[in-house]
């Protein structure tokens, strides 16, 4: 590998930057909502329903079936171009927001902000599931994780100081610049990483881990993955993942297979609720605090960012925490991360209902931060525990999928919040029985420790299986090779023998 820029972990920290800025976009909206609901002539119910509900709704929307897509089409083909494209779609509608005038153009823009977020997930753990192996997914996971939780709170801290002094729509354009870097930097200094490379059946059977393979540049791009060394394939006995591991060609099937693994499905389900609370943290919080409790909106952004800097802590204990007891069982982690869920509840209760003009914003932000610190332990190990129960031709939809169950919960939840706020005309009612999500999250998370174990040496089981046969495959491509060319040197010389089988 030699190169800096051939360095996994380089890799690694350009998907977390990339992460970081996409992520930023999310919720810039959130700080200025009665800013932008005034400019526009919004009543205060218009306001949570049309710019809270409906843009929320629209950004998750679009998110969805983009997920699916790049979820299909990140198992099937080079990754690396796909996640710059995605990048490039998604930021130059975040881009273009500073250009808006109307709700409608707004609308539009921060719907189709919604692919950037929507397909990034599904490539970026597809391709670090093929960068490392089950012994340091929590800690990557915490890392992308890590960048997602600061991208929150750095856009939400930067519309909360930029927006009230230069506009709400200036931040837009600053978080988006550097996302196109991002994408640069993808297509002119990474490779592709080997599919399935990092499989502990795969590295028991004697590949190489494929941390250096690239897809061949001669490859037709269906999935199949070619390394050639000198135009020369090489020995069959010494076959990489790279050469011979592809994935399934019905993507259907593929989906169809998820839904029978019993880990996955649960996995996905416990984003509808637990994504809910999270919907009301970026969306709604900070206005809440501001015009219903009484703070300043800097002194509410304030408070929100300290709970993304908690989250951050949280995803990096989490990791850390989880790969340490990943080493122990694979059922220890998924007690860490229901019972932190279920405790991450408690804290945002108190900040709901006991944080107002008068009381003690140190108080305020103490709890912020203990929030979003137990509540985000979960998502690191949530994404390591997938990548561990799938096969790697199966890991872009998977993704996809628990992308969308969290869009679902993220998406629509403002948008049923909003609904719940016009119809009992209280938002802390409606905000109190959100926040239960995380305790419904958390005991589908526990049912995870009656299944995680068998899924995964099932999953084991199959790559083995697999990887034998490709190279059973390979093996014998090679004979017939082998005596091809013999049969052409013996006609060359005019000699050609009746013992040669091919």
Known sequence: MGRLTESRYYAAAVYAGSTIFLFA??????????????????????????????????????????????????????????????????????????????????????????????????????????????????????????????????????????????????????????????????????????????????????????????QSSSSSGNGEWVERENGQVPSARKTTVVDVYKPSEDGWETFKSLLRNKTAMLLFLQGLPGCLPWGLVYVFLNDYLSNDRGLSIESATLVITLFGVGCFGGLVVGGAYGQYLQGKS???????????????????????????????????????????????????NVRAVLQNVTLPEQRGAAFALLNTTDDIGKGAGPFVIALMVTAFKDRQIAFNVVILGWLLGGIVNGMIYFTVEKDEADCQEIVRKTFAQSIQMAELDERKSEQLSLIGVRKGSGKVSDNVVV
């Not at 837009?172 to 499989?199: D, K, Y």
């Not at 220890?332 to 003690?360: H, Q």
Request: net charge negative; hydrophobic share 45%; charged share 15%.
């Open 330 to 380: 694979s059922k220890k982690p998924v007690v860490l991360m229901a019972v932190t869920e279920i405790i991450g509840c408690f804290p945002l209760f108190y900040l709901l209902n006991n944080v107002g003009e008068g009381s003690s914003y140190g108080v305020a932000c103490f709890f912020s931060m203990l929030s979003g610190f137990m509540a985000s332990i979960t998502g690191p």
């Open 25 to 214: 976009d999310q919720n810039l909206l959130s700080p200025n909502l009665s800013i932008v609901a005034e400019e526009f002539g919004f009543d205060d119910e218009e306001r949570d329903r049309k710019l809270g509900g409906y843009v929320a709704l629209a950004f998750f929307t679009l998110g969805c079936p983009i997920s699916f897509l790049v979820g299909y089409l990140a198992d099937r083909h080079r990754r690396i171009p796909l996640f710059a494209l995605i990048i490039v779609l998604g930021e130059g509608a975040c881009f273009f927001t500073y250009f808006t005038t109307t709700y409608t153009g707004l609308l539009v823009t921060r719907a189709l902000t919604g692919i950037s977020v929507g397909g990034a997930l599904p490539l970026i753990f597809s391709l670090l599931s093929d960068m490392f192996g089950s012994e340091h997914r929590q800690l990557v996971s915490a890392l992308v994780g890590g960048g997602m939780g600061f991208g929150i709170a750095f856009g939400q801290m930067l519309a909360g100081f930029v927006g009230p002094a230069y506009g709400w729509r200036l931040p837009f354009v600053i978080v988006s610049i550097p996302a196109f870097i991002c994408a640069l930097l993808m297509l002119t200094t990474l490779t592709e990483p080997a599919r399935g490379g990092q499989e502990a059946a795969v590295k028991e059977m004697g590949g190489d881990g494929g941390g250096g393979g690239e």
